[in-house]
């Protein structure tokens, strides 16, 4: 079985940093908090980056 080396989990943490980034572009807080897709996207990244 292929074990995933620390460098391959630093740059799926770098791609999801990059989405939140996008995602989040020129929104403000409030933007963000009643933009409910985009604020699930950001909360899925924050998800995939947990289990890195």
């Known amino acids: 079985m292929y ?3 620390f460098r391959d989990s630093l740059l799926d ?27 699930y996207a950001i909360v899925r990244c924050l998800e995939i980056m947990e289990k890195q």
């Open 3 to 5: 074990r995933r080396d």
């Open 13 to 39: 943490i770098w791609k999801e940093l990059e989405h939140i980034e996008e995602f989040s572009t020129n929104l403000n807080r409030k933007e963000l908090i009643k933009d409910e897709k985009t604020f």
